[in-house]
């Protein structure tokens, strides 16, 4: 991308900041609101008090009644107001005459602000502007001996006074914000660290573009493909991946762990196991996959595993023909050197004068070739088939092996499709020969082709080693070969034909020691 824009991290590191930053002040600007409210509490109460305690006061109302109260009330007030820190304590008569103030210029003038609920006998507390400028002040009636209201008590803080106290709490609250918004920042930077890790440091519109883009690719591809979690879990299969696998487009894979899917065997295997795979064979079904499986890492930390699937079925099947083709044309050419061989025996023995000698090895090698193939063609009547067992008998006594078909080998016109039937004798014949291959002579396989009752009935026998018994439940199942690998695909064909038509297989012990591979097919009602 040609600009590198703003990450998710960043944005949201961005908006926690000012979020933070907001809330913190809005916090802090409330807090100062309540100090100041309550310091304003505070203050008129103190002023009440004091204003209620010098009311109160026996020398106050004596002063009162006295020919000249500013005479002793104004010492009073001073030093009341100097011992509980107010701003003023001026006694008054009831038309507002002051008795006392700080200022003694302002004696017996009339004083400035509301008096009308202490008048009325009700105590109260009111923000005036007077002489001293802005201040919170208590007015309390003063009462005679009969009852009577005979002067007014008032005594204020100014509002500046109760601003400085104010101030004096700042740096609390402030103390008390900072490391609130520290530690707010801090952890709103590390939750960006980790959200900048985790999307890569990519911005939204890059990470909405990746995911479209990924999505249609992953999902128009012919490749299927199968996204693993580091706790196996399933998080991602692809459309081809769901073919293949047999998956219902409704079914909910994703999230679900490995051993909860309806997987074929051989694909959950290989999943379960998470080891690397290139190229492998797996069955799924009746399809032949190439299986690639890899773990994925990103800067050395394993964030799972993909297995990518191609379907070789009908690649599998062109090459399965491909190879019987080659077998044969193997054998015929195997089979013209070998008759040139002979033929040039037989004329040099004519040249040599022994004509009897020549014409009874001709007649000798015509009759063995001609009694496997009257055997052959006499016991199957299917073209296919029986060119595959001549091919197979001609490959076989090349390599020094005695294939063997049964005397009562039979099978006329065959119910099944000749190329399932091709594939199961093609590679249960295979399987046979390459398990006698290099063991010691005689070396036989024998094969039986025929129909017993409803059943068409396939049995390979050969002198090899024989098939270990704790081999014997993967043979069909997973693909197993005789070659020092140890797995193949021809018996898994098989296996897959097998299943196709319903029929069952057998693993045993051959006459000769070997293994004895039965498959027996059922023949189904032409509904023709």
């Known amino acids: 991308m040609a600009r590198r824009q703003s990450s998710i991290a960043g944005q949201l590191f961005a908006l ?27 203050a008129e109460e103190e002023v009440l008090a004091v204003a ?40 008054m008569a009831p038309d507002r005459t002051r008795y006392s103030h ?21 105590p109260f507390t009111t923000t005036n502007v007077g002489t001293l400028g802005e201040s919170v002040r208590a007015v309390v009636p003063v009462y005679g001996d009969d009852g009577r209201i005979i002067g007014l008590v008032s005594v204020g803080i100014t509002t500046q006074a109760i601003n400085r106290k104010l101030l004096a709490k700042v740096p609390v609250l402030l103390g008390a914000a900072a490391p609130a918004l520290a530690l707010a920042a801090t952890g709103s930077w590390l939750l960006s660290r980790r959200l900048r890790r985790q999307t890569h440091g990519l911005g939204p519109a890059q990470m909405t573009r990746m995911y479209e883009y990924y999505d249609a690719v992953l999902h ?66 009746d399809r032949v996959l190439v299986a690639n499986q890899r773990t994925t890492r990103f800067e050395g930390t394993v964030l799972g595993t993909v297995l990518t699937l191609r379907d070789q079925t009908e690649l599998r099947n062109l090459a399965s023909e491909l190879d019987s083709v080659r077998a044969l044309t193997e054998a ?13 025996t037989v004329l040099t023995l004519v040249e040599l004068g022994r004509a009897d000698e020549a014409v009874r090895l001709a007649t000798r090698d015509l009759e063995l070739a001609q009694q496997l193939t009257d055997r052959v063609v006499g016991a199957v009547t299917e073209p296919a088939l029986a060119a595959l067992l001549l091919g197979k008998s001609a490959r076989a006594g090349e390599r020094g092996i005695d294939l063997v078909i049964e005397p009562d080998c039979r099978l006329d016109d065959s119910p099944l499709p000749t190329a399932d039937l091709l594939t199961v004798v093609g590679n249960l014949v295979d399987n046979a020969l390459e398990a006698v291959a290099g063991t010691p002579p005689p070396r036989r396989v024998r094969v039986f082709v025929g129909v ?49 038509h ?6 045993g012990r051959s006459e000769e020691g070997g293994t004895l591979f039965t498959v027996r097919l059922p023949i189904k009602e032409d509904r023709s």
């Open 220 to 285: 128009s591809v012919r490749e299927g493909l199968v996204v693993l979690t580091r706790d196996r879990r399933v998080a991602l299969v692809n459309d081809e991946g769901r073919r293949l696998l047999g998956l219902d487009d409704d079914a909910a894979v994703t999230d679900q762990p490995v051993a909860g899917i309806d997987l074929p065997p051989a694909v959950a295997e290989l999943l379960t196991s998470g080891r690397d795979a290139h190229d492998e064979p797996v069955l799924a079904g």
């Open 16 to 42: 926690q900041a000012v979020v933070v930053t907001l809330l913190v002040l809005v916090g802090a600007a409330g807090a100062v609101w309540l100090a100041r409210d309550d310091s304003r509490h505070a």
């Open 102 to 122: 700080p200022n003694p210029d302002l004696i017996g003038r009339p004083f400035i602000g509301e008096i009308g609920p202490a008048l009325a006998g009700e």
């Open 452 to 500: 017993v009752e409803d059943e068409i009935v396939i049995r390979i026998g050969d002198s090899g080693p024989g098939l270990a018994p704790d081999r014997v439940a993967d043979a069909f199942r997973r693909g197993w070969s005789t070659k020092s690998a140890g797995r193949g695909l021809g018996l898994a064909l098989v296996g897959q034909v097998v299943n196709r």
């Open 502 to 507: 319903g029929g069952r297989s057998e693993v």
């Open 332 to 344: 015929l050419q195997a089979q013209t050197h070998e008759s040139a061989n002979r033929l040039h």
């Open 52 to 91: 209620q305690t010098v009311a109160r006061a026996p020398h106050v109302r004596a002063a009162l009644t006295s020919p000249d109260p500013a005479a002793s009330l104004q010492p009073y007030a001073e030093a009341t107001r100097l011992a509980t820190g107010t701003r003023f304590v001026v006694v």
